[in-house]
């Protein structure tokens, strides 16, 4: 089946505007993450939705950060006021929820780079 | 505050050897540790698991070990091959929780 597709799969911007990331997760994934890769650096923990709860929003950096998540399904994840430190990889990732541990399946991410 | 420590950030292995990626963490919660391979221009992909009951899970050429008393996990791949180059990440998680809390990745090159 499909697997996690993410779009643009590039993003060039300008300093100051905003982007929208957009997330479609695998079918019948209840769960979705957002994470970010700095170059050189790991992978970063954003947002977290699992089915209809409140998302987890602890790793946000800044309030410049946000992401919905429609129908429980696709996820578009909105950085207002881009600065040249939002430049990074943003993944997304989507997981079922059967049982405790579940293997997130990752998209090919999304590069974003703020000029 | 990083929670999973990766403190080499690459590795080089003659082909055929055995390549160990080493993983240490601060949270004495984390009761579930995982393994993921990620590949230039794509998405990481999961690998192999284990949970904090166990201190040992195999799957074919790599084996995870977990020693708690340490907070230290290592992966061990062998015999290594040039299709394992690639960036190995260490998560954990606990509690049930789908979160994981991923270390900064070991980059690993295996030489033909």
């Known amino acids: 089946g499909a697997g996690v597709s993410q779009s643009p799969s590039n993003k060039v911007t300008e300093k100051g505007k905003d982007v929208e990331l957009r997330c479609d997760p695998i079918?019948?994934?209840?769960?979705l993450y957002w994470y970010r890769q700095s170059l050189g650096q790991g992978l970063e923990f954003l947002i977290y939705?699992?089915?209809?709860?409140?998302?987890?929003k602890s790793g946000l950096p800044s309030d410049r950060f946000s992401a919905e998540r429609t129908g429980g399904s696709v996820s578009t994840l909105t950085i207002q006021r881009t600065q040249q430190e939002d430049s990074a990889v943003y993944l997304c990732?989507?997981?079922?929820?059967?049982?405790?541990?579940?293997?997130?399946?990752f998209g090919p991410g999304t590069r974003l780079t703020v000029l | 505050d990083q929670q999973v420590k990766q403190n080499s950030p690459s590795l080089s292995v003659q082909e055929g050897r055995i390549s160990i990626l080493n993983c240490d963490y601060t949270?004495?919660?984390?009761?579930?540790f995982l393994w993921y391979k990620k590949y230039p221009a794509e998405g990481p992909t999961f690998l192999i698991s284990?949970?904090?009951?166990?201190d040992k899970n195999e799957d074919g050429r790599f084996t995870v070990f977990l020693n708690k008393s340490a907070k230290h996990l290592s992966l061990h791949i062998v015999p290594s091959q040039p299709g394992d180059s690639a960036v190995y990440f260490c998560?954990?998680?606990?509690?049930?929780?789908?979160?994981?809390?991923f270390g900064t990745g070991t980059k690993l090159q295996v030489i033909p």
């Open positions: 990732a989507s997981s079922s929820d059967r049982g405790p541990y579940n293997e997130q399946f």
């Open positions: 079918s019948g994934h209840t769960a």
């Open positions: 939705f699992q089915g209809n709860s409140a998302p987890d």
């Open positions: 949270n004495s919660m984390f009761d579930y």
């Open positions: 284990i949970s904090s009951i166990k």
């Open positions: 998560a954990a998680s606990w509690g049930g929780y789908q979160k994981v809390t």
